[in-house]
């Protein structure tokens, strides 16, 4: 079975007595409340400390929004993979639309990420998808080969299992714009094909591909019961628990 996976990805928001409530908030609800999915929460690094001080045992998972390809040295204002790992974070967001449209990434700075990530033991989440504009050139699943190949395919069969895939159709972030459950299953069961193609179906099979376009609470029931979607990676809605918590009962 590929583990469930509902993770909060809350961007640059909340200050420090808000983000410190939601985050008991949501301890309280998982605490509560039986769920069928993994729980994840992206804060702002500011924050990841006092995450894992109120996690403490590891009832939600702790990620990062990004981390530095190097390993350490002079790059002001990163973060490495061994700061996470001292810290006992469970993992990193790697390639979001919004680092690549606003800090240049490319699918070979992720490539490196996701190998020191896996080096130290964290889960790369590799965000990957087409913009508006490729999709309507019929671009978009050329485009999703290409950045799942460079991005993923110098690692091992072992390796690529530990990474989970969030598919973002950039076109549908902070848009009110939703892909229809079909087409988000068509784009996720081809980056599932484009793996086993690589690395044969039953590693694959074993790799969490999450959606990450404007899931909200209406829409997430039929869009998690597509059979290649393994989950939601969610901004807007996660910063309420209200909306967060019924996205991650879509699952019960």
């Known amino acids: 079975m590929r583990r469930k996976i509902v993770a909060g ?58 981390m530095s390809e190097h390993e350490s040295g002079a790059y002001t204002g990163e973060i490495s993979a061994d700061m996470l790992e001292s810290i006992d974070a469970t993992g990193s967001l790697i390639g979001h639309s919004e680092r690549r449209q606003y800090h240049g990434e490319t699918d070979s700075h992720c490539n ?43 690692l091992s069969a072992e390796e690529i299992k530990k990474v989970v895939i969030a598919y973002e159709p950039v076109w549908a972030i902070g848009t009110g714009e939703t892909a ?4 988000a299953q068509e784009i996720h069961a081809h ?41 939601g990676l969610i901004g807007g809605a996660a910063l309420k628990l209200e909306d967060f918590s019924k996205i991650i009962e879509a699952f019960n």
């Not at 229809?180 to 087409?183: I, K, L, N, V, Y």
Request: glycine letters at 6%.
């Open 9 to 66: 990805n809350w961007k640059m928001n909340k200050n420090v007595i808000d983000a410190q409530q939601l985050m008991i908030q949501l301890l309280s609800y998982k605490n509560n409340n039986a769920t069928n999915c993994e729980v994840w929460i992206a804060p702002p690094s500011l924050y990841l400390m006092m995450a894992k001080d109120i996690f403490e045992k590891d009832e939600i998972g702790v990620f990062s929004q990004d």
């Open 112 to 154: 490196r990420k996701i190998k020191l990530a896996l080096d130290k033991g964290l889960i790369p989440v590799y965000c990957n998808g087409e913009t508006l504009e490729q999709r309507k050139a019929g671009q978009h699943f050329e485009v999703v080969k290409n950045q799942t190949e460079v991005a993923l395919f110098t």
């Open 191 to 231: 980056i599932r094909s484009i793996i086993a193609a690589k690395y044969g179906q039953e590693v694959a099979d074993e790799i969490s591909i999450l959606y990450g376009g404007s899931v909200k609470p209406d829409n997430a029931k039929e869009i998690f019961s597509q059979p290649d979607i393994d989950g």
């Open 180 to 183: 229809s459950p079909e087409q």
